[in-house]
């Protein structure tokens, strides 16, 4: 088991307020990555970190924001959300022995 | 650019009959990772199946195996002896010989209805 904790796991909130969503892993995995599941998009990547500071853009970054201070946490930020921005989050994490990938319990986040 | 698509939106099967979810992938790269994943109702992502590009034969895990045609670049996911629990949704992934990144990309998803 990865160990690997998102929070919150549900959180509606309003149009143009920022939003923070955290992903916290127990076992040093360097690869950490932020996805968006959406009905006919399956899961698509958002920014992704692969290590300390070192983070990157995927496929739909607009809007969103990240940061890892620390190898245990990868923080995905709305700087002002958006109803378009509805949507269940996942963190996944590299696991480097197997090269599989692990996910999160996901957050459902609703933007009213 | 890498591409993973499934073709099959949604698909019914009866309880204990075999099932193969269609999987077409699109990649300039040597090497490379497909994968399967179930998502349930209940939303988590859970692992089914690896098959590597250098693999020779096809993977199994269970009731799961992973049909790999590299030359038509296919890598659809049998189910034998299908279960009501098998009821969910299925994502095919790829992982690109990406360098640093080895980012997983994923398809739109099937949703299999598993009929008593």
């Known amino acids: 088991d990865a160990g690997i904790t998102q929070s919150p796991r549900h959180k509606v909130t309003e149009t143009g307020t920022p939003v923070t969503l955290r992903c916290h892993q127990t076992?040093?995995?360097?690869?950490m990555y932020w996805y968006r599941q959406d009905p006919g998009h399956g899961l698509r990547l958002i920014h992704y970190?692969?290590?300390?500071?070192?983070?990157d853009k995927g496929e739909v970054s607009d809007g969103y924001s990240v940061s890892r201070s620390k190898t245990e946490d990868f923080l995905l930020t709305l700087e002002s959300a958006t109803s378009s921005q509805t949507s269940v989050y996942f963190c996944?994490?590299?696991?480097?022995?197997?090269?599989?990938?692990?996910f999160g319990s996901g957050t459902r986040l609703t933007v009213v | 650019a890498q591409k993973i698509t499934q073709t099959q939106p949604g698909m019914f099967v009866q309880e204990k009959e075999a099932v193969t979810l269609d999987c077409t992938y699109d990649?300039?790269?040597?090497?490379?990772?497909l994968f399967w994943y179930k998502q349930p109702s209940s939303g988590e992502m859970i692992f089914l199946i690896y098959?590597?590009?250098?693999?020779?034969q096809n993977a199994t895990e269970g009731r799961y195996s992973l049909n790999f045609q590299k030359a038509r670049k296919s890598a659809n996911l049998v189910i034998s002896a299908s279960q009501l629990g098998d009821s969910a949704m299925y994502f095919c992934?790829?992982?690109?010989?990406?360098?640093?990144?080895?980012?997983?990309?994923f398809g739109t998803g099937t949703l299999l209805a598993v009929q008593p």
């Open positions: 996944a994490i590299r696991e480097e022995a197997n090269y599989g990938y692990t």
């Open positions: 076992e040093n995995h360097r690869y």
């Open positions: 970190s692969y290590g300390v500071k070192d983070t």
């Open positions: 990649t300039s790269d040597q090497s490379y990772g």
């Open positions: 098959q590597g590009s250098y693999d020779e």
């Open positions: 992934a790829m992982r690109g010989d990406g360098g640093a990144t080895n980012k997983l990309i």
